[in-house]
């Protein structure tokens, strides 16, 4: 008898870490309080980035916010003119400007994430925002270039 006990705290140990390590993997699989935060973008507002410069951003129209996020499965004018800076300014492929929020455009985030050094999900919010290069407009025409999110009101 004496000789199974080391055996079952030896078992009940294995136990143990065997079940955090599964409710481990349910907990990061959970959806980000971040994500669950912030209402989704649902359209498309001109912002003033000095002078007669202006860039098209991803807002949501319910308070006026650009403080919104964009996932897998959104599909919007938001989303498409995501998908616009992805591709003229960061010369990401998102499968297309079409509106839809699909596998390349949530890689071509991650890849703007990696390279920005935030949190890599794939998902776009207030920090993707702010680590964006964003195609301008100046006087309403095309700039033909692309200005940093960070310095964009």
């Not at 955090?20 to 649902?42: E, K, M």
């Not at 964009?70 to 003229?88: D, I, R, T, W």
């Not at 999900?121 to 207030?126: E, Q, R, S």
């Amino acid at each position: 008898m004496i000789q199974n006990r080391p055996l079952r705290a030896r078992a009940a140990v294995f136990a143990g870490v065997l079940t955090a390590s599964l409710l481990g993997g349910v907990i990061a699989a959970a959806p980000s309080t971040f994500a669950a935060s912030y209402p989704t973008c649902n359209g498309v507002t001109r912002v003033k980035a000095g002078g007669t410069d202006t860039v098209n951003q991803p807002y949501y129209k319910g308070n006026g916010t650009r403080n919104c996020i964009l996932k897998y499965g959104n599909e919007s004018s938001a989303v498409k003119e995501l998908q616009f800076s992805l591709h003229h300014c960061h010369k990401q492929g998102t499968g297309g400007i079409d509106g839809i929020y699909g596998d390349k455009t949530r890689e071509a985030v991650k890849a703007v994430q990696r390279d920005a050094k935030i949190d890599v999900d794939g998902i776009y919010g207030p920090d993707t925002r702010k680590a964006m290069d964003w195609y301008f407009y100046r006087n309403g025409d095309p700039g033909r270039a692309c200005l940093p999110g960070s310095f964009i009101g």
